[in-house]
């Protein structure tokens, strides 16, 4: 299927910092969204768990959006992970995300639209190889009332 990002929130949902929807953007690793995981506490966002799960510098704890990313990145932490532990901990992070953000589950177990994953470079739509298993986690929790 060729995404055309103008029809986000039409004929589906980018889940994207960027994207048009207030879900899409909610669902975003970079959003503010303070949560607690369970076996390692309390952080801002997914992304700064992202990188603070390679690197365990607690500064990442406090951050959000491309901050969290900058800060990650000049830590050495990892852009990606394939391994089964980590997949494991960032969907324990989704999942303690939702739950302390009522609005956004609620929101996204009425959404009946497709979730998808890109960015826009100079008017051209890139889906990143990595991650899928995230939006199928969250595809997963969509019409769950």
Not at 92 to 113: C, M, R
Request: charged letters at 30%; hydrophobic letters at 30%.
């Amino acid at each position: 299927m060729i995404i055309d990002p103008e029809k986000d929130g039409i004929d589906h949902v980018n889940v994207y910092s960027k994207g048009k929807t207030w879900l899409g953007r909610k669902l975003s690793n970079f959003a503010d969204t303070p949560f607690t995981h369970p076996d390692h506490g309390r952080f801002r966002s997914v992304e700064g768990y992202w990188y603070w799960w390679s690197c365990r510098d607690d500064s990442l704890r406090g951050l959000h959006g491309f901050e969290a990313k900058k800060k990650g990145r000049e830590l050495r932490g990892d852009d990606w992970n394939s391994s089964d532990e980590f997949k494991i901990d960032i969907l324990t992070a989704l999942s303690s995300k939702l739950t302390a953000h009522s609005s956004i589950l609620s929101t996204l177990q009425e959404e009946g639209l497709p979730l998808k994953h890109y960015y826009v470079y100079g008017g051209k739509v890139v889906e990143p190889k990595e991650g899928k298993w995230i939006i199928e986690f969250f595809e997963s929790m969509q019409g769950k009332l």
